[in-house]
């Protein structure tokens, strides 16, 4: 029998409405299987690994992408898949770290969530987390259909470290801009080969240093000496700079002074561009 090991980080999935404050408090995993009852008639294996207390994915963090990391690690031989509840507001930051992380995944391991809580009537959660576990679940030859890190919202599956979320109203909450879809359900569970990562011949190898001293400095028309200052003199490792159209940034002298300041003081900077379709062209223009 095929065992899915479901590891329940929180999020919106997991949700309900207070009665005293109508604001939303997380609720336990039993109670979600109590509003799925479908998954009962699931020909799979599943197993429940809950965290506590249970997470505002807001407050995601690099050491807890660790703690998944080394959970997926510690349960690689007894399951053939792994799907992970989650918060929207951070899921793509999670599924960007863990397709890094985990280098070599010959299993799936599928991320989804919620836009309303399991126990609305409109809810999209039933269908994501069901859906998802069929991915994870789905072989071919005897091997994952996907073996590498996804995204499944509103009827799509999306390769991890493409994803964005766009969209706080919608269920089509999740695109990815710069890289078609891996697969898509509708009456069947329709799997795009060509875009799907093959199979890896070397075993699972986990990263798990990482540094959050991160900077992002996003330019504008405008954009003073003393902003972009306070990126580049501050102590970070390195700079996220997000361009213009193809990579353009300002060829203003003090803005080139500060970034040559920056390299020449150890920092790495990466331009990419603030569009989210195309990529940069340094030198283009």
Known sequence: ?????????????????????GALIPFDFKQIQQNVPELGRLNYHLDVHSFSPILDSSNMTPEIWAEIAQLIQSKYDEFDGFVILHGSDTMAFTASALSFMLENLSKPIVLTGS????????????????TA???????????????????????????????IKYNAEKFEAFRSPNYPILAEAGVTLSFFGNYILPQP????????????????????PGISPQAVRAITESSVDAIILETFGSGNTTTAEWFIQCLQEAIDGGKIIVDITQCQRGSVELGMY
């Open 133 to 163: 576990l069929e991915i994870a679940a789905t072989k071919n030859d005897g091997k994952a259909m996907i073996p590498e890190v996804c995204i499944y919202f509103d009827y799509q599956l999306f390769r991890g470290n493409r994803a």
């Open 1 to 21: 029998m095929t065992k899915i090991l479901i590891i329940y980080t929180g999020g919106t999935i997991g949700m309900v409405n207070d009665t005293k404050t």
């Open 201 to 220: 011949d070397r075993p699972l190898k986990v990263q798990l240093s990482m540094s959050p001293n991160i900077g992002v400095l996003k330019l504008y």
């Open 115 to 130: 836009q309303l809580p399991i126990g609305e009537i409109r809810t999209d959660a039933k269908e994501n987390l069901i």
